[in-house]
């Protein structure tokens, strides 16, 4: 039970970084940033709930407006670059955040014990959850809930004009442009909100490991956050979470099948997905067809119209 | 912390040696980028995994430490070959995300395959002329670095040789700037897209080795250091730009060297990436690169 | 309605406009007219804000295009179609024209339902502006499947969305057959009819000659006539400037 808890909790909180590079892959935006915002959710709702002993609802709401804020902040400059550049701007911001984190030491005296960011050390002792007799199937349904509203929120942008701005925005700025679409405003904004997701994910993420430190936020993580919707498919939320489902379960469970060669399947695989699928898992089409059938399913009950 | 002005030109001279492998493997992303306009992040990688195989093969055959300056190269190019077909030649040609998805894979690959052939231990390759070490009035200069930095220079000329007074060249150059048209003149696309692979495969590799050779060293936790500041080094020189990657490569070098002299190095990278984000905000065309088209 | 002063644009050595003067009245369908590269797109660029004018000013009614962003000249009243057609091939028909969708002055919505919000009399016009295009029925079929003749009448239909006082357009006639330029003209004349005013950049002579009012030719950037349809058809600079002169010329003239 514990294990299956554990794997929830990993799909989750990778899900929330899947979708908020999704957010920004559907303006055209490849952003390497992600994991930069991950990580300055997870230090800011950490250090609220260990230093200033904070509520965990209040932590990570801030924490999510803190990242959503430096989202904000990047948002600007990332406008000015396109594609290759687009990606090594957002590579050096999140090797920013993560060096910055590196060398910050905040250790404070609570109730008699040390606590806090301790540079090279880690972040310690973030143990809210286990002080405040939440257990593991709380915190992994917290998760959830926190993922299904990104989910439907995500969804709904899609019923909505805003989901098709979005688009417009990445297929085509020039059209968008004379279509009186506003590239500034809508790229900063879907920036933005790709921060607070992924300032939440982060919270999530320190809250439910009790311990962060500078590996966890590496480029490496910031290339799976991008990878769960391009292999899923930008055509609908749904692809990115299956996405995260299918590379953290071969990760996890291929351990027992191929031990240590695991990640060396694994990029291989990748390989053969995109040479197979370029357009990700679920595409237009099968989106399409999948809506039919269900179209055809529901109405099957009733007489042959 | 005083400095003395000493220190900061001997930290620069130092910086420009090492900067001309940074102008290697920028050169490499460059002419990669610069043929499809697509990127290669196992680009790196494949370099340092050419490095290991001439070194290993040294041991394998009993052959010349001068061998593995030649065996990594030539494999380097040849897993370039081998990255093109795996990553980019069956793509469709508007796609951008699934080959850099695909490279990303292979990077990851790469990573992996090093590690285990390795036991994720660093191995030490053979220096070039580690003693040698002169003096210019009061600044020393290594004379391995020196040494370095004059292949670089080789490196780059017979590139530049190649891209610019040759055939295959020409069709690099034609096929970046017009598929399409180039395909329809007759130049055969997915074989001068091949060999711009290998080319840059082969540079790589000699920037793999030299690199192993001035730190002593090859190690796995090589390549993501070597991805990004390839990375920025193609940024900042501009896209696509062989003289800009060249330039850029030393100037990072320097600014590298310089800010590990001021601040140490845990915050030395911290001051790199704001160089590159502040370049990016102010020039977003790199030092050379010509104006961001629009569709 | 829209002046165009001294307009001047140099791509480095290219001079493509050099000198532009020409006003177009509220109501009519003007054309612009010349051969390959006498700088017909970039005046619509320079129109609409791709390209900002190394001279010259443009006006409508009165107020200087030059310090107003590209998107913000929909506002002022400004639409284009494109010459190469830029749907936005991933979404549906519907969504292109919701993209571009603005209410109608006076019957504008708040913030939030603009962008969030699902208004049913909205819905009741983009479908009336679907039918009116002939695309009543392929509401949710993909932008990049229909076919081409769709596909010109969906751009047209976006850049009628937003309610433009001018629309640009931009070669619409392009690799269109007989029947389809036939109908083009019939839109073109409604449009008229409905009150916009419409620069028209074409090498179909079938639709030049048919729709509009005045036209203006351009020859390497610069003005070389202006006048009614009959005027132009008759003009000898118009003649020399397509065809070369009389004495290089190896057939008849037509």
Redesign the interface.
Known sequence: MTYLLGILQTIGVHTLLGLSAYLLLLTGQLSLAQVGFFAIGAYVSGILTVIFSWNIFAALALGSLMAGFFAFLVGFPALRVKGLMLVVATISFSEIVRLFFFNLSWRVNVNGVEVGPDSTQGFREIRYFAANGWEQVHIVGLIWFVVMVVMLALWWLD????G??L??VG??E??????????TMVKVAAMTGGGVIAGIGGGLFAHSTTYVDHHTFVILLATFAVSYPIIGGLRSVIGTLLAVIFIQGFIIEGLRFMGDYRNLIFGLLIILVMNLRPQGLLD?HLVADVRKLLARLTKGGKADA | MNFDYIDIIQSLIDGVLFGSIYALIGLGFTLIFGAMHKLNLAYAASSIAGAYTGLMSLTIFGLPPLMAFIIGPVMSGAIGLVLYFACFRFMPRGNHLAPLMASIGALFFIDEVIIHETSGSPMSFPAILPDAYFFLGEFGIRGDLLLVMGFSFILMAIVMLLLYRTKLGLGTRATSQQPVAALLCGIPIHRTNSATFILAGVLGGFAGCLLAASVGVLSPLLTLPLTVKGLIVTVIGGLGSIRGAIVAGFAVGAAESIFLLVRGVNERDIYVFLLLFLFLVLRPNGLFGTTIN?D | MLEVRNLVKHFGGVRAVDGLDFKIQQGEVFGLIGPNGSGKSTTVNLV?G?FAPTDGEILLDGINLGAIA???R??AGV??T?QNI??????TVW??L?????DQPGQEQGWVS?????SPARRQEIQRLLEFSGLGDKADH?ASNLAFGEQRRLELA?AM??KPKLILLDEPAAGMNSAEIKDLCERVLTMKEMGMTVLLVEHVMELVMNVTDRITVLNFGKPIAQGTPIEIQNNKLVQEAYFGSAENAHGGVS
Not at chain 1, 174 to 183: D, E, T, V, W
């Open positions: 019923q909505v004009r805003a098709a701005v688009r417009a297929t085509d020039l059209a968008a442009q004379s279509s009186g679409i506003n590239l237009g | 629009r | 609409c791709v590209p998107h913000n929909v506002d639409a284009r494109f830029r749907l936005f091939g991933e979404l969504q292109n919701w993209v571009a969708w603005r603009n962008w969030f919000g699902r993909l976006r969305a937003s």
